[in-house]
Nanobody, 119 residues
Framework: QVQLVESGGGLVQAGGSLRLSCAAF????????MGWYRQAPGKQREWSASITKGDTTIYADSVKGRFTISRDNAKNTVYLQMNSLKPEDTAVYYC?????????????WGQGTQVTVSS
């Protein structure tokens, strides 16, 4: 089994920055693509950013130029650096990892961390 643990959310003023982290714990696995999603109140969960095993990154238009996704493979960790935050970035942020175990690939999700941006 693999468990993802998120940290780094909080309350910040508009224009501020936050850094989210998501670490995977378990045994006998490797991680392919890592990503971040978010879910605002009353809305569906939406994809924000992804990073492949080869460090290729892609971003949703809503966060492009403000957010940066990165990974540390030695620590099985993905980060999301969020700059120039806006009130519309307020949401619960979830990490997702595509994990390879015993010949199959599985999707694992973090528990979610609240990000609140005040105006």
């Amino acid at each position: 089994q693999v468990q993802l643990v998120e940290s780094g959310g909080g309350l910040v003023q508009a224009g501020g920055s936050l850094r989210l982290s998501c670490a995977a714990f378990g045994s006998s696995f490797s991680i392919n693509t890592m990503g971040w999603y978010r879910q605002a109140p009353g809305k569906q969960r939406e994809w924000s950013a992804s990073i492949t095993k080869g460090d290729t990154t892609i971003y949703a238009d809503s966060v492009k130029g403000r957010f940066t996704i990165s990974r540390d493979n030695a620590k099985n960790t993905v980060y999301l650096q969020m700059n120039s935050l806006k009130p519309e970035d307020t949401a619960v942020y979830y990490c997702k990892m595509k994990v390879a175990r015993v010949g199959f690939e599985y999707d694992y999700w973090g528990q979610g961390t609240q990000v609140t941006v005040s105006s």
